[in-house]
């Protein structure tokens, strides 16, 4: 063998080996779920839509019924409505998506008898192919995607946040019910304690959608109700109720025209509105997913067994009856709108700088008494835009409400700056009162060169101020 054989040997050798290394420390991460059969304990969120549509087509028998739709549907227990469900929702599914996964287990003889699809605000509002090229977990289920399992075994490994999946993770019963289960520390911590809850962040922060896909989204719903008809499936729509910070965060307009030309084509159930579901905070995790018992209650309405009462809560919208369901949701809106005057500024606030500030952080920052607001910025804007974070420690008092302020050239604008545990600094700096901040910033002021400070309001109702904090230039 000359030297050039050997070096080409050994290199491939090498190669081989770094290869196989990197397979083996993939296939035992497995972040997907692809390579696993064990979904028993809490984890991140694997490649549901994938998984689902894998198992169900590989067991054609199993099931007759199933339920699509978003995260929003995964809470629901199906039991209730009788045998055979699997739920074969999951994050941001969309009609077009569901069609093809209908069309797909119809031409793969799984015996489909019974359909639910679960609507909500977002259904229109993104376009039907939004993951066809995604390569994680939202990736649409292919018949022999090869090139999806290669991408897993051979990418560059990922660590795993460990930490984060015990705070956030959920665990996942895609060989059972297709459903998604939070673990029971969180569902007990909401139950022990329902006024903390009351004030969770994540109620108050709107998850609504942008964009208007609903020509398309008409369309492929009423091929959905003709594929339907011609395979003799019992097929029955329902619109998610829908926390009132997202629902009123709504296009209201687009909503209600949806929702119009949806009964021109297939009766529903709407559970949305202003109603003592969706003003419950108890029902919620935070301003997205609704909690088990609320499901419970939808699958009563449309499948039977509802409490006495329970039938006002859920209407069956028709062609015939929709302008006047659509007009008593209306008159929620104003009452509502009157009892929360700042909602929309709030809302604003939430997603990037605006040129408003909350009255309650109006006027002279109280601390008169010499109180003083030590400021840290971890992470500074960039022209206005990408990510704000870092910690503060009142002088007085836990913060619970942090504004960022850009001032300069006589313009001001302001932005809400969400709450986050840091322990971290908690340690470092011994004051129990240190506070993280982090925000994503999606919109940037007008062009020009601001001072950064922050505003904080503490739990006594004390409004502090920071010095200048950081420079941001908006090019």
Known sequence: MTPMHRYACALFACVALLAGGTAAVNVARDPL???????AGVRQEPAQHFLKMRYVLAHPGRYDSFAFGSSRMAKIDLSGAGDGWYTLSYSQGTPAEWLRDVQMLVADGVPVRRLLVGLDDASFRLPGDVHDEDTGFRRPYRAWDAAFYLQELFRRPQRLDTAWVADHGSVFDLYGTG??????????????NPAAHARDERLYASSAYRGNYMEETLRTLSELVALAEAHGIELT??????????????DAAELDEFKRRLAEITPFYDFSGLNEVTQDPQCYYESSHYRPPVGDRIVARIYGGAPAGADEWGAYVTAENVDAHLSALAAQRGPWEAAHPLFHEEQALRRGWTAYVPERFGGAAAGGDGAQLACHVD???????????????????RAVEVLAVLEGGGQQYAMRVPL???????RDVHSEAATGFDAEIKNAPPAGRYALRLLVRTEDGSVLASGAAGDVVVP
């Open 33 to 39: 779920g692809l390579f696993t059969q064990d979904f």
């Open 179 to 192: 459903r998604v289960y939070v673990p029971e520390r969180v569902e007990a911590a909401i139950d022990a």
């Open 237 to 250: 729509f329902f619109f998610h109720p829908i926390y009132q910070t997202t629902y009123m965060d709504n």
């Open 379 to 397: 992470r500074m804007p960039e022209g206005g835009r990408g990510h704000l974070s870092g910690w503060l420690v009142p002088g007085t008092g």
């Open 420 to 426: 986050v545990p840091r322990p971290d600094v908690v």
